[in-house]
């Protein structure tokens, strides 16, 4: 196993930390660590819980 230096290892800590909803995708090529991608997702409340659907079939 490879030993991941610490400034590796303080980027990916830092980039979960803070993160409620999203990833955090660490890619690995030769056993090395290349890239760190970090996607963060917004949920907005919903202020309308019940949607109205319109019946199908109904086009006038």
Do not use: C, W
């Amino acid at each position: 196993m490879a030993v991941i230096d610490q400034e590796k290892q303080k980027f990916i800590l830092e980039s979960l930390k803070g993160l409620q909803y999203g990833s955090v995708v660490i890619t690995i090529h030769d056993g090395q660590i290349t890239q760190v991608d970090r996607t963060e997702k917004n949920r907005f409340p919903s202020k309308n819980l019940v949607r109205s659907r319109k019946p199908l079939g109904d086009n006038y």
